[in-house]
T-cell receptor, first 113, second 114 residues
Framework: GAGVSQSPSNKVTEKGKDVELRCDPI?????LYWYRQRLGQGLEFLIY????????KSGLPSDRFSAERTGESVSTLTIQRTQQEDSAVYLC???????????FGPGTRLTVL | AQKITQTQPGMFVQEKEAVTLDCTYD???????LFWYKQPSSGEMIFLIY??????QNATEGRYSLNFQKARKSANLVISASQLGDSAMYFC???????????FGSGTKLNVKP
């Protein structure tokens, strides 16, 4: 079956512009995670959605970052007024309810010039 | 304090030999889960193995096993009979209790030599 998909795969933007990253989780997966991975580093947790519960936004680094998810479907991560330090790969993962394994998407490589 | 510590930025292993990748964790929650992921140069994250804090036996998945030493708070990954395709970054991760966050280590880059 289809895995987690993310779009775009690459995004180059100018400093100060807004960007929107999209994640399509595996159908039926209630949990969805966003992570940031800077070059050569590990994954930083950003935000978590579980069904219709309030999201866990504790990992968002600033108020320029926001994310939405409608029910158990697509999620978008928005970065406003991008800065060069936002350059990273943004990874999305989903998992079925009450199962710990996360299934990762291929990521979106964001470059802020 | 770091939740997950991987002290080996890079490792080399000869093909067909076994290798151990170190991971220590920090939590006061009695319920947690430990994970290992592989990230090849293509960038995808591949789940390898999971160990629950209450599991009595060390987890094994094919050539992967997790050496879980609870008192020492370590969860080392052992790869037996290394293959060239095992060359990749390896990340240790933890989920605490009922919390939603996963904490990832900084990774170990494994190179398998022919």
């Amino acid at each position: 079956g289809a895995g987690v998909s993310q779009s775009p795969s690459n995004k180059v933007t100018e400093k100060g512009k807004d960007v929107e990253l999209r994640c399509d989780p595996i159908s039926g997966h209630t949990a969805l995670y966003w992570y940031r991975q800077r070059l050569g580093q590990g994954l930083e947790f950003l935000i978590y959605f579980q069904g219709n519960s309030a999201p866990d936004k504790s990992g968002l680094p600033s108020d320029r970052f926001s994310a939405e998810r409608t029910g158990e479907s697509v999620s978008t991560l928005t970065i406003q007024r991008t800065q060069q330090e936002d350059s990273a790969v943004y990874l999305c993962a989903s998992s079925p309810a009450r199962v710990d394994e996360q299934f990762f998407g291929p990521g979106t490589r964001l470059t802020v010039l | 304090a770091q939740k997950i510590t991987q002290t080996q930025p890079g490792m080399f292993v000869q093909e067909k030999e076994a290798v151990t990748l170190d991971c220590t964790y920090d939590t006061s929650d009695p319920s947690y889960g430990l994970f290992w992921y592989k990230q090849p140069s293509s960038g995808e994250m591949i789940f390898l193995i999971y160990q629950g804090s209450y599991d009595q036996q060390n987890a094994t998945e094919g050539r992967y096993s997790l050496n879980f030493q609870k008192a020492r708070k370590s969860a080392n990954l052992v790869i037996s009979a290394s293959q060239l395709g095992d060359s990749a970054m390896y990340f240790c991760a933890m989920r605490e209790g009922n919390f939603n966050k996963f904490y990832f280590g900084s990774g170990t880059k494994l190179n398998v030599k022919p």
